[in-house]
């Protein structure tokens, strides 16, 4: 099995670090030399996209309920454990080091276009690439929005199934990648994604058995807490 280097993800930003999902994060993923950094996103009502990774607020912040019903104003009054605020996507592009791409994993529903807007905002006007995003979601009915609205733009397809299963509507979106569950990736399946011409990202892997598992089987890229473990 191919023994080939893959690049390294930052979950979260380096969630083994700082808090997930904060501007500490991102800037931690940075300096531990990261050549991508993977983020979740959720739009709220007022069109602003925050990243955040649970539906709700109350695992990360002393208040309770849905992040999609606060307003920006309320959200950003919220501390994020470690004192935090909850950054915008914006913000997060804004702290991103050139030389670093990013996997906007798309939690929420109806964030597509809005993503896509930023995105091609900062195509337009901050020196960005089209080659330096991914967009990922377990959500494959928001891939298809996405598709749809951005034709060009890359799409990995996130499934914690078996993913053969993920191939299917991997090639309908013409997806560069499939991001499995470490724990569901073996010999078989690796050779038919492969064999399927798809990139294969797969997360969360921290420990460092997993890690050279992963190495054997040649993936393209390990989303990982420890940055710093992959080497
Ligand atoms: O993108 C891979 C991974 O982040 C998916 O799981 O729950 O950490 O968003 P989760
Ligand atoms: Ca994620």
């Not at 979740?40 to 602003?48: A, Q, Y």
Request: aromatic residues 6%; charged residues 30%.
């Amino acid at each position: 099995m191919g023994q080939k280097k893959p690049i390294i993800i930052g979950h979260r930003g380096a969630m083994g670090h700082e808090t997930e999902n904060t501007l500490a994060s991102i800037k931690s993923a940075i300096a531990l030399k990261v050549d991508m950094i993977e983020i979740d996103v959720f739009k709220l009502k007022n069109g602003e996209v925050v990243v955040f990774h649970d539906d709700t607020v109350d695992r990360l912040t002393d208040a309770k309920g849905h992040i999609e019903d606060f307003s920006f104003e309320e959200l950003r009054k919220l501390v994020v454990k470690g004192g935090h605020a909850i950054p915008t996507l914006e913000e997060v592009l804004d702290v991103m080091d050139a030389e670093v791409d990013l996997n906007i994993e798309l939690k929420g529903a109806n964030t597509s276009e809005r993503v896509n807007e930023i995105v091609e905002s900062y195509i337009k006007q901050h020196g960005w690439k089209l080659q330096n995003f991914i967009i990922s979601s377990f959500r494959w009915d928001e891939l298809e929005k996405m598709r749809e609205v951005n034709k060009e733009i890359a799409i990995a397809v996130l499934t914690g199934e078996d993913p053969v299963d993920a191939i299917p509507v991997a090639k309908k979106l013409n997806a560069v990648a499939v991001n499995p569950s470490y724990k569901q990736l073996t010999a078989e399946n690796n050779v038919k994604l492969k064999e399927a011409g798809l990139k294969i990202y797969p997360w969360t892997v921290n420990e460092p058995q997993d890690i050279i598992k992963m190495k054997r089987f040649g993936v393209d890229g390990i989303i990982t807490n420890y940055p710093e473990r992959i080497n």
